[in-house]
């Protein structure tokens, strides 16, 4: 392995005036847990590694202006732990606790989970969902917002160019009538990549029983997870009942035949999803449904 | 790129240390500081045999580059017990059978004690899902469960 050069910048500015130099050999460390293996097999060859694992401002958790506001290099012990995600974004919560282990989720970061581009992240399906936005800041601190799905150019690659940083990602506050969910399907249930992961957020009129607003997003049946007009137009403006249950897993079913028609894996996905399907109406609607 | 300079405290005791940028924790914690109590299994996160506690919290010291730990205090198996006097956690794992190769006990021994300086009286559920990360080959988990859960009885979290 070849010698790098190492910053372990303490604050935003430092991690800033680090990235003036940076080139396409620069490489962003946070938790470790992709970078570590990525170094060791020489799929990065690195010379010049910064360690943003100690930037206090890239640490936090905060409600502002309309927004749920996490630092990307939160890790996902802290956000599924955290009062103010479960609260605001439960399915983003519920998501960060099925990552990994216990000692992965106290050492990779969710910053981390959508730079390294992993069709499998499971914070991306939640994300997806709750239409976060990520802002990425320039070594000149110029800063940009882009929707999070946007961050990912492929398998393992993404759209930041060396001398940028995600510093953040924005989560627009949703109403106290939605309801949020994420589910995962794994090999077995821990430490498993996500062989099909979904996250659902809906707009519930209690009174009246109707479904008003619906957001999919389906992950590791594509490059990147991504949303569902199809499946979210099965559930807005109607009733949740076993019957709806069955209609919206029969078009996540299509929809994932259709994003994945040629790959050996589509004839288990397209059937396994609806398992999943099924978990996820269950968790959002089980009052309805015993109705 | 020479060597890098970093303060680190293993097992209560403080290090000045130049390493090379290179290494892990593991390897510095096996390799440098000859702890070699701390096992690499599969060196990709996968098996936990490699856990340490990095400021209190279990991580995989395969996938911690060794810099990383500057001004953080690490505990190892080394600093948890003693031949002589073995911490009560250790204890549990003998009297329960919940030891057999041994490979993975370092790792799964310091994931209990960080559960239950967590979570002193942890539901089966929650032991199994804060043990995950640490596979056993030989016993079946069901003897490092009763383990944990004993320990838990005993209040072994108040200990240290």
Redesign the interface.
């Given at each position: 392995m070849k010698k790098f050069t190492v910053y372990s910048p303490k604050n935003l500015d430092d991690a800033l005036r680090c990235l003036k130099t940076a080139t396409g050999q620069t490489k962003l460390l946070a938790g470790g847990t992709d970078f570590v293996i990525q170094l060791r097999e020489g799929s990065i060859t690195p010379d010049t590694v910064i360690d943003i694992s100690g930037v206090q401002e890239l640490k936090c958790i905060k409600e502002e202006d309309g927004f749920l506001k996490i630092g990307a290099a939160c890790t996902f012990t802290q956000i599924s732990e955290s009062n103010l995600v479960q609260q605001k974004a439960f399915c983003l919560a519920q998501a960060a606790s099925e990552v990994g282990s216990e000692q992965v989720r106290n050492a990779g970061t969710i910053g981390g989970n959508i730079a390294n581009a992993s069709p499998a992240a499971d914070s991306l399906p939640a994300l997806v969902a709750l239409n976060a936005e990520v802002t990425i800041v320039d070594a000149n601190g110029k800063s940009r917002s882009i929707p999070v799905e946007k961050v990912s150019a492929g398998v393992g690659k993404n759209n930041l160019v060396a001398n940028e940083i995600i510093t953040e990602i924005n989560i627009p506050l949703l109403g106290e009538d939605w309801r949020t969910a994420f589910c995962k399907l794994g090999r077995r249930k821990a430490l498993a990549i996500a062989r099909i992961n979904m996250a659902l957020v809906v707009r519930f009129d209690e009174s009246a029983g109707l479904i008003k607003d619906a957001r999919i997003a389906l992950g590791a049946v594509g490059t990147v997870a991504f949303r569902t007009q199809k499946a979210e137009g099965i559930l807005v403006g109607n009733k949740p009942s076993r019957e709806l249950m069955e209609k919206f897993a029969e078009t996540v079913s299509t929809v994932v035949e259709e994003s994945i028609p040629t790959r050996s894996s589509m004839p288990y996905k397209r059937t396994a999803v609806k398992g999943l399907a099924f978990d996820i109406f269950e968790k959002l609607f089980s009052d309805s449904l015993k109705k | 790129?020479g060597k890098?300079a970093i303060k680190v405290t293993v097992n209560g005791k403080k290090y000045d240390l130049e390493i090379?940028?290179?290494l892990?924790l593991i390897d510095l914690l096996r390799d440098e500081l000859r702890l070699t109590g701390t096992k690499e299994g599969c060196?990709?996160?996968?098996c936990?045999a490699c856990?340490v506690l990095?400021n209190g919290?279990?991580?995989?010291s395969?996938?911690?580059?060794a810099?990383?730990a500057?001004g953080k205090k690490v505990l190892t198996i080394e600093g948890l017990g003693s031949e002589e006097k073995m911490h009560p956690i250790q204890e549990e794992f003998l009297k329960q059978g919940a030891v057999q190769c041994g490979y993975c006990t370092p790792g799964m021994v310091l994931?209990a004690y960080?559960l239950l300086k967590k979570n002193p009286q942890p539901a089966r559920e929650e032991i199994k899902?804060?043990?995950?990360?640490?596979l056993c080959r030989c016993t079946g988990y069901d003897k490092i469960i009763k383990a944990v859960e004993s320990a838990s009885q005993k209040g072994v979290s108040r200990d240290d």
């Open positions: - | 790129m890098i090379d940028p290179r892990r060196g990709e996160g996968e936990g856990t990095l919290a279990p991580v995989n395969c996938l911690v580059m810099f990383q500057d994931s960080s899902k804060y043990l995950a990360g640490n």
